[in-house]
């Protein structure tokens, strides 16, 4: 059983996608492919990810998680290959599909999956400190591949890709070798005859939805301005071998936050949380809204990059706090992610749109707008919320 905490964090390594700092410049090498292009195709794969998120949490919870994260690993490296393949948008768009279905199904069901194992091993309390150092190091071996990718491209753009597919090889071979957590027999019999409508109603019961909806919306909204980083970056007419010096930057600072994250949560609450992350992407869009000077830009986009990820376990814990009681983890967890797929499919087709007709400064201006528009009212009611002590496990303190 302790073999899945090493095991989990060579998945994190392998599921990190090297070729996401160039993803974006290798789209516009295919004939046809514009900004409203690429904001279509991220448009297509959040959709079906929006689609699979729901279904694929229920089944891991249903059918078991070590099979889905198999199953996950599968689409992933079939998405890799289909890149490869790609010679006309159709197969971009494929390729994204099953990018997001295979991220759909190991999104929920990963975490569940290490909260079992942690669980059995009696370290339940220890979620986000081990799994931030397991993410820590899934985020620093890619960050530091990530760097020498983009000089391949001067060979092939296609050559990165090629290292990603043997990368998904191993993460499946270790996926398959994954020991699956014991759970009780009682706790086994209620998920198979549980239906999704008491899943829904256990949500309500928890208050989850309010913040999955917060952490949705930001994700999805930061998801969008990440896929449109290299194409930015194009324009400002920035050389290509330079993308993944700064995605690897991005990337390690985000390794060194995630090994804290037990040391940083502990000085914030939920709602503290998630008042700091409303203030500092509000500011970081503000900033590439007002200027185009290329340093600056490439300098917000690092921290956001940085922000995001090194948080990410800070969120997912205050999550699996909240539905701390509940069976259903995986399908729980899912219902946030289908929130962020919405809203990275709506924002990244906008911003593909305002880019195209206006510029990416008014672009990422109006995309700030709409963020603080969805983001201060959930904000409001999550802290009303808070205040009366109706989100379990979660320190009461403001």
Do not use: C
Request: hydrophobic fraction near 55%; charged fraction near 15%.
């Amino acid at each position: 059983m302790k073999g899945n905490l090493w095991k989990y964090t060579l998945l994190l390594v392998s599921n990190k996608r090297v070729f996401i700092a160039i993803l974006g410049a290798y789209f516009l090498t295919i004939p046809d492919v514009t900004a409203k292009v690429i904001g279509m195709i991220t448009l297509a794969g959040s959709l079906s990810g929006f689609l699979f998120e729901i279904p694929s949490g229920y089944a891991s919870d249903k059918l078991g998680h070590k099979k889905t994260i198999i199953l996950s690993f599968t689409l992933l490296f079939f998405s890799t290959l289909l890149f490869i393949l790609a010679k006309n948008t159709f197969l971009l768009v494929l390729g994204s599909v099953f990018l997001s279905a295979g991220h759909a199904f190991i999104s929920g069901t990963g975490s569940a999956f290490m909260h079992e194992t942690l669980r059995s091993l009696g370290r339940e309390g220890d979620y986000s400190k081990v799994m931030g150092k397991a993410s820590a190091i899934g985020f620093a071996i890619p960050a530091a591949l990530a760097v020498f990718i983009p000089f391949l491209v001067g060979i092939s753009y296609k050559l990165p890709f090629i290292v990603s597919l043997v990368i998904d090889t191993v993460g499946l071979i270790s996926a398959i070798s994954l020991v699956t957590p014991m759970v009780s027999q009682e706790e086994t019999e209620e998920i198979r005859v549980t239906n999704f409508r008491q899943v829904l109603q256990e949500a309500t019961k928890l208050n989850y939805f309010s913040v999955a909806l917060f952490s949705g919306i930001v994700g999805g909204t930061l998801f969008a301005i990440g896929a449109f980083r290299a194409p930015y970056q194009v324009f400002l007419e920035i050389p290509v071998i330079w993308y993944g010096v700064f995605f690897g930057l991005g990337r390690g600072l985000a390794s060194m936050m995630l090994y804290f994250s037990g040391r940083i949560k502990k000085f914030l609450t939920m709602l503290s949380f998630f008042r700091i992350q409303l203030v500092l992407y509000i500011v970081f869009m503000a900033i590439l809204a007002i200027t185009s000077d290329a340093r600056i830009i490439v300098a917000v986009f690092i921290i956001v990059n940085a922000f995001f990820w090194g948080l990410s376990k800070i969120d997912e814990g205050y999550q699996l706090e909240v539905i701390k009681s509940s069976k259903f983890k995986a399908t729980l967890l899912s219902v946030g992610k289908q929130i962020e797929h919405v809203a990275t499919a709506f924002f990244s087709f906008v911003l593909g749109v305002l880019i195209e007709r206006l510029s990416y400064q008014y672009g990422f201006l109006l995309l700030g707008v709409l963020f603080f528009s969805a983001l201060l009212p959930v904000y409001f009611y999550v802290a009303r919320k808070y205040r009366k002590g109706l989100y379990q496990n979660t320190q009461h303190l403001y």
